[in-house]
């Protein structure tokens, strides 16, 4: 028997909330992840020198295939401080300055059921003034400087900021990053949602 | 040239692209397009500023908003604070593909594929039948994963939990099978001339439990008083310089896989569905109807893209390195027009009309005389993305 009623839909659907990071990621598109490899790359972003890859750089076009190929692991850069203080809760200010959509959909995508980031203390902000972290998505604009400016002085100490995809740390193909001073950066064109909370995770250890 | 010609006024007028008139089969340099008014002075009590940056927006944008209180006398907006200026002409074929999947990368299958065709065109070289098929298949799956997160949209502003959930666990299955067939979720680095690196084979098989669900979701959002209400009569708009769902949603049966031949949709026996109401509810009906069809499409050309076709197209070598070309295709969001000019194998000179340069002054027209607290579902019924609006080629 169909049931009419939305609790009870929700009921029988049964949790599909993923484990995260204390399980390994469900399914991770191959090219979003490492790449590792030999030889001549024609990377189009110099992600490759001297054999190495760098995450920060990486808009994922496959030119390098098959002499690089993805190794499957989740792309990760390390915090450059650690903000212990917002364990118990870290609430987050999405902000976009020149982005092409697709960064602000995997973001959003963290408050999917198979991520559900309040389960880890994470929530989203409509508004600087409760933010503790103002996370930084494409690439910059001037007309969103004075808006950033704003958001950020908004915000209450202590406070960070997060860069979300190449555009906001390098600038990828796009054009150039927005200037500032970064706790994390995730990489990614855009950065596949388990590694976006895998570095809202570790940003806070 | 092979969809197009140039020549008089004929059909549909579609938008301004570039230095022409757009309609369905003919570019004309006669301006009959006449810019809807975006800049709508205020004469309410008092201005509300809505933006650029805040957590209701998905993308920066200012909307300025003259009201009394509750009535929205007038609305303009200010889509520039996240204009990007994209480095294209120049580069190689290649290269500006980088940048063009990344003008809008919710649509970016649409975006790329409008793109190659209208390159295949200006080199004359016919797509082969089954990259034509793949293609299709691209643009159906950016269809059914951009209408299940537009309704998902609708739905967050009426605190409707349970649907929210199940809208947005079925985008991320979307978003999930996308990333296993492609390697990426948003289809970057699969699409280049005549080609489409992915085997698509088996995929209407995993989208039938998506099709289950989306009919529940269906039968439930329907069934509820409180949201349609929210729904019906907001942003009411009957526009013929609307495009896409808007369009379909208000009798217009204006449809890319129709009237334009870039990609074989004829063949399929395909007709747009359409609602009449022309409101946010119907946009919402309207959707839902798209993915069925969507899916359709992809159980046709499932089978289809499976059979071993033979290469229709000439030799790589034997391309020519200058011309023109023009292609318009259906994105999720509407018509999508890409017009290039090549020289010796780099891009001279391109246009883009976007589906959100179309459709975003209808937006404007359709929320005066609505309130306040309607704002939300209806902006997110439009499927407007800003990323393709605020936009320059340089
Ligand atoms: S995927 Fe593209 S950007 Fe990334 S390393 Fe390979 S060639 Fe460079
Ligand atoms: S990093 Fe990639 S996905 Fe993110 S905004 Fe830039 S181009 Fe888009």
């Given at each position: 028997?169909?049931?009419?009623?939305?609790?009870?839909?929700?009921?029988?659907?049964?949790?599909?909330?993923?484990?995260?990071?204390?399980?390994?990621?469900?399914?991770?598109?191959?090219?979003?992840?490492?790449?590792?490899?030999?030889?001549?790359?024609?990377?189009?972003?110099?992600?490759?020198?001297?054999?190495?890859?760098?995450?920060?750089?990486?808009?994922?076009?496959?030119?390098?295939?098959?002499?690089?190929?993805?190794?499957?692991?989740?792309?990760?850069?390390?915090?450059?401080?650690?903000?212990?203080?917002?364990?118990?809760?870290?609430?987050?200010?999405?902000?976009?300055?020149?982005?092409?959509?697709?960064?602000?959909?995997?973001?959003?995508?963290?408050?999917?059921?198979?991520?559900?980031?309040?389960?880890?203390?994470?929530?989203?902000?409509?508004?600087?003034?409760?933010?503790?972290?103002?996370?930084?998505?494409?690439?910059?604009?001037?007309?969103?400087?004075?808006?950033?400016?704003?958001?950020?002085?908004?915000?209450?100490?202590?406070?960070?900021?997060?860069?979300?995809?190449?555009?906001?740390?390098?600038?990828?193909?796009?054009?150039?990053?927005?200037?500032?001073?970064?706790?994390?950066?995730?990489?990614?064109?855009?950065?596949?949602?388990?590694?976006?909370?895998?570095?809202?995770?570790?940003?806070?250890? | 040239?092979?969809?197009?010609?140039y020549g008089e006024p004929e059909g549909r007028l579609?938008?301004?692209?570039?230095?022409?008139?757009?309609?369905?089969?003919?570019?004309?340099?006669?301006?009959?397009?006449?810019?809807?008014?975006?800049?709508?002075?205020?004469?309410?009590?008092?201005?509300?500023?809505?933006?650029?940056?805040?957590?209701?927006?998905?993308?920066?944008?200012?909307?300025?908003?003259?009201?009394?209180?509750?009535?929205?006398?007038?609305?303009?907006?200010?889509?520039?604070?996240?204009?990007?200026?994209?480095?294209?002409?120049?580069?190689?074929?290649?290269?500006?593909?980088?940048?063009?999947?990344r003008l809008n990368g919710f649509h970016s299958a649409?975006?790329?594929?409008?793109?190659?065709?209208?390159?295949?065109?200006?080199?004359?070289?016919?797509?082969?039948?089954?990259?034509?098929?793949?293609?299709?298949?691209?643009?159906?799956?950016?269809?059914?994963?951009?209408?299940?997160?537009?309704?998902?949209?609708?739905?967050?502003?009426?605190?409707?939990?349970?649907?929210?959930?199940?809208?947005?666990?079925?985008?991320?299955?979307?978003?999930?099978?996308?990333?296993?067939?492609?390697?990426?979720?948003?289809?970057?680095?699969?699409?280049?001339?005549?080609?489409?690196?992915?085997?698509?084979?088996?995929?209407?098989?995993?989208?039938?439990?998506?099709?289950?669900?989306?009919?529940?979701?269906?039968?439930?959002?329907?069934?509820?008083?409180?949201?349609?209400?929210?729904?019906?009569?907001?942003?009411?708009?009957?526009?013929?310089?609307?495009?896409?769902?808007?369009?379909?949603?208000?009798?217009?049966?204006?449809?890319?896989?129709?009237?334009?031949?870039?990609?074989?949709?004829?063949?399929?026996?395909?007709?747009?569905?359409?609602?009449?109401?022309?409101?946010?509810?119907?946009?919402?009906?309207?959707?839902?109807?798209?993915?069925?069809?969507?899916?359709?499409?992809?159980?046709?050309?499932?089978?289809?893209?499976?059979?071993?076709?033979?290469?229709?197209?000439?030799?790589?070598?034997?391309?020519?390195?200058?011309?023109?070309?023009?292609?318009?295709?259906?994105?999720?969001?509407?018509?999508?027009?890409?017009?290039?000019?090549?020289?010796?194998?780099?891009?001279?000179?391109?246009?883009?009309?976007?589906?959100?340069?179309?459709?975003?002054?209808?937006?404007?027209?359709?929320?005066?005389?609505?309130?306040?607290?309607?704002?939300?579902?209806?902006?997110?019924?439009?499927?407007?993305?800003?990323?393709?609006?605020?936009?320059?080629?340089?």
């Open positions: 028997m169909k049931s009419k009623n939305w609790f009870l839909k929700g009921v029988n659907r049964g949790i599909e909330t993923e484990r995260f990071p204390l399980s390994p990621p469900d399914e991770v598109a191959a090219w979003s992840g490492g790449i590792a490899g030999k030889g001549n790359a024609n990377c189009p972003t110099d992600a490759i020198t001297n054999n190495k890859w760098d995450a920060e750089k990486c808009i994922y076009c496959r030119r390098c295939f098959p002499n690089y190929k993805p190794t499957g692991n989740l792309a990760r850069t390390e915090p450059k401080k650690s903000h212990g203080q917002f364990k118990k809760s870290f609430f987050i200010y999405p902000f976009d300055f020149g982005t092409c959509g697709a960064c602000n959909v995997e973001l959003r995508a963290l408050s999917y059921p198979q991520y559900d980031l309040n389960r880890l203390g994470i929530f989203f902000t409509n508004t600087p003034r409760h933010a503790d972290a103002i996370v930084i998505m494409g690439v910059f604009t001037p007309k969103m400087r004075d808006a950033f400016l704003l958001a950020y002085d908004a915000m209450p100490e202590p406070k960070t900021v997060i860069a979300l995809g190449v555009c906001a740390i390098t600038g990828g193909v796009i054009g150039k990053n927005p200037d500032h001073v970064s706790v994390i950066d995730i990489p990614g064109c855009p950065p596949n949602p388990y590694a976006i909370l895998d570095a809202l995770i570790r940003v806070r250890k | 040239m092979r969809y197009y010609r579609i938008g301004k692209l570039g230095n022409y008139d757009l309609y369905a089969s003919v570019i004309s340099s006669a301006s009959n397009y006449v810019q809807p008014d975006q800049e709508i002075r205020s004469r309410g009590e008092f201005n509300f500023s809505y933006g650029p940056s805040t957590g209701g927006l998905m993308e920066s944008v200012r909307f300025l908003i003259s009201t009394p209180g509750e009535v929205i006398n007038n609305i303009s907006a200010h889509t520039e604070f996240k204009q990007r200026s994209l480095k294209i002409i120049g580069n190689t074929i290649e290269d500006a593909q980088l940048i063009i999947e649409s975006h790329a594929i409008a793109f190659l065709l209208s390159i295949e065109d200006a080199l004359g070289i016919i797509p082969d039948d089954k990259v034509q098929a793949k293609r299709i298949i691209e643009i159906e799956l950016e269809r059914i994963r951009s209408h299940i997160y537009v309704l998902s949209r609708m739905v967050e502003p009426a605190g409707f939990g349970v649907p929210l959930s199940f809208l947005n666990s079925l985008e991320e299955r979307v978003s999930r099978l996308i990333g296993k067939y492609t390697g990426h979720r948003f289809f970057f680095g699969i699409n280049g001339i005549n080609s489409v690196n992915v085997d698509f084979a088996g995929i209407y098989v995993d989208l039938l439990p998506i099709a289950d669900e989306i009919r529940t979701v269906q039968e439930s959002l329907v069934g509820s008083a409180i949201f349609v209400d929210r729904l019906q009569n907001n942003g009411k708009v009957r526009s013929e310089k609307s495009t896409g769902t808007v369009a379909r949603s208000s009798g217009f049966h204006f449809d890319a896989r129709t009237d334009s031949e870039a990609l074989p949709y004829a063949s399929l026996g395909f007709m747009p569905v359409v609602e009449l109401d022309g409101d946010a509810y119907s946009r919402l009906i309207q959707r839902i109807n798209e993915i069925f069809q969507s899916l359709e499409i992809i159980k046709k050309m499932d089978t289809y893209s499976k059979l071993d076709i033979k290469f229709t197209s000439k030799d790589n070598s034997s391309f020519e390195k200058d011309g023109k070309g023009i292609a318009r295709v259906e994105s999720p969001a509407g018509d999508l027009t890409y017009l290039v000019e090549v020289k010796d194998g780099r891009i001279r000179k391109l246009d883009i009309l976007t589906p959100s340069e179309i459709n975003f002054p209808v937006f404007l027209e359709s929320m005066k005389g609505g309130v306040l607290t309607d704002f939300h579902f209806n902006w997110e019924s439009f499927g407007i993305w800003i990323s393709e609006l605020a936009v320059s080629i340089k």
